[in-house]
């Protein structure tokens, strides 16, 4: 790896763990309470390596396929995120290699992965994919729907449900942005109390490099990084 890719690499880390500390600050949050997970669906797997040489150890893929091959060739101290959708055909390739699937986005799914992860023995920590903005374009619950469906999810005693996943509206309105990420904040506590306290939903996995200030200040505990980590980097 060319030294300019790791000074790279450095650089953009840096100062994306320096944004995520000031926008803590801000709202009188600890850093240590949003982990930066970083988005390698794009990248060359040479730089998803020497990012993982520079310390970073939480990494993110849309592709389960891709998750799973790339598992087999960085190191097993790597925790990886399923971030894109997964198909239920999928869920036995990809279970022994993820630690967290974020995009969890019907109850059909979750039987599904509850059934399997039975049968392994595992028990897989699942965020619930929220369509906050209730675009067609966007993947995920309709809050209604989840509310609705809240009950029969609790019921599955082989996956342990973190918390929440949205995606904002690919928008410059930015007061819409907030929006969007204080609405899945207020979604996660509804949610908590209507368990009866059994369920605290711990984890906000919300903002991307676009956005992820204003996540942290509405509650995220999970930012998902992709392009402003790689930005610099050559032929990727
Ligand atoms: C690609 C992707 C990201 C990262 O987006 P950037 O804007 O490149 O930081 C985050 N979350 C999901 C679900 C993605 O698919």
């Known amino acids: 790896m060319s030294s300019n890719v790791t000074d790279i690499l450095t650089a953009n880390i840096r100062r994306i763990r320096e944004r995520i500390a000031v926008a803590c600050a801000r709202v009188?949050?600890?850093?240590?309470?949003v982990t930066m997970v970083a988005v390698t669906k794009y990248a060359e797997i040479e730089s998803v390596r020497e990012l993982v040489r520079l310390g970073v150890t939480e990494l993110g893929e849309s592709r389960p396929q891709q998750l799973v091959s790339r598992s087999e060739?960085?190191?097993?101290?790597?925790?990886?995120?399923l971030i894109g959708h997964l198909q239920r055909n999928k869920i036995e390739m990809v279970l022994p290699a993820v630690s967290q699937i974020h995009s969890i986005?019907?109850?059909?799914l979750l039987e599904s992965l509850n059934s399997s992860a039975r049968k392994l023995g595992v028990r897989p920590r699942l965020l619930l994919e929220v369509n906050v903005s209730g675009e067609a374009s966007k993947d995920g619950f309709a809050a209604a729907d989840l509310l609705a469906e809240w009950p029969t999810i609790c019921l599955l005693e082989s996956v342990e449900i973190d918390g929440l996943m949205t995606m904002a509206p690919h928008s410059e309105d930015l007061p819409n942005v907030r929006r969007v990420f204080r609405e899945?904040?207020?979604l996660r506590d509804r949610l908590a109390m209507e368990s009866g306290g059994t369920r605290s939903l711990p984890d906000l996995s919300m903002g991307m490099s676009g956005d992820f200030?204003?996540?942290i200040e509405e509650g995220?505990?999970?930012v998902r990084i992709g392009s402003s980590l790689f930005e610099g980097i050559p032929d990727r």
């Open 213 to 215: 200030e204003i996540a």
């Open 28 to 33: 009188g949050r600890d850093a240590q309470d």
């Open 220 to 222: 995220a505990t999970i």
């Open 73 to 81: 060739q960085l190191p097993q101290s790597v925790r990886w995120h």
């Open 184 to 186: 899945l904040r207020v």
């Open 105 to 108: 986005d019907s109850v059909r």
